[in-house]
């Protein structure tokens, strides 16, 4: 059965902390995806990565870094949390051109509270 | 700019009849679509996919409808069921590019029995 978890299922971090999310697939994807998700907004794309230390951004990257040491783990960094960025995390991961193509798999999600 | 419009946030359906979402793209660009269905508290999961050579395909009760010249796909469940209550998200991503998928801002559809 595919797998993606997520460190935390719910954190609270204070303004200006440093705080890191962590995922992991045990599915030896390639792809792998941080989105937010925010209501009447859907699902937006933050930074993806497509191989090991290999990391693009996507729709909004502004505030965030991601690190992909190793293939199965894809970690999402917030340098400076901010109120804004209170939201639900969520990471997913694919095989490239795999078939289905583009499907993604995710994980629960992170529910991220900055006070 | 969204390129992928859900514009109905909510949908109601009794049980046994037709559930119809829909999604409107603009990005002509897009030739794969998806449609992804989240519960509460869970990541969302893949539902149904279609490219755009075909116009339609079929899953159980559930069937994507996909019209290339509106930019508008549909996703129809028959009959819907009480368990199909939950948020569904349609996405669309380029062949030629990274694979990335856009996703619509999702419908939230609630079956009653």
């Known amino acids: 059965d595919v797998k993606v978890t997520q460190s935390s299922r719910y954190l609270v971090k204070r303004t200006g902390e440093k705080v890191f999310l962590e995922c992991v697939q045990d599915?030896?994807?390639?792809?792998m995806f941080w989105y937010r998700q925010d209501p009447g907004l859907g699902l937006r794309l933050i930074y993806f990565s497509y191989d090991v230390k290999m990391k693009e951004k996507g729709d909004i990257p502004e505030g965030y870094s991601v690190s992909r040491e190793k293939k199965e783990r894809f970690s999402l960094i917030l340098e400076s949390a901010s109120t804004n960025q209170t939201s639900m995390y969520l990471c997913a991961s694919s095989l490239p051109g795999d078939t289905p193509a583009y499907e993604q798999y995710f994980g629960p999600g992170t529910r991220l509270t900055v006070t | 700019d969204q390129q992928v419009k859900q514009n109905s946030p909510s949908l109601s359906v009794q049980e046994g009849r037709i559930s119809i979402l829909n999604c409107d793209y603009t990005n002509s660009m897009f030739d794969y679509f998806l449609w992804y269905k989240k519960y509460p508290a869970e990541g969302p999961t893949f539902l149904i996919s279609?490219?755009?050579?075909?116009d339609k395909n079929e899953d159980g009760r559930f069937t994507v409808f996909l019209n290339k010249s509106a930019k508008h796909l549909s996703l129809h469940i028959v009959p819907s069921q009480p368990g199909d209550s939950a948020v569904y998200f349609c996405?669309?991503?380029?062949?030629?590019?990274?694979?990335?998928?856009?996703f619509g801002t999702g419908t939230r559809l609630l079956v009653s029995p």
């Open positions: 279609i490219s755009s050579i075909k």
């Open positions: 599915m030896d994807h390639e792809n």
């Open positions: 996405a669309a991503s380029e062949s030629t590019g990274f694979q990335k998928l856009v």
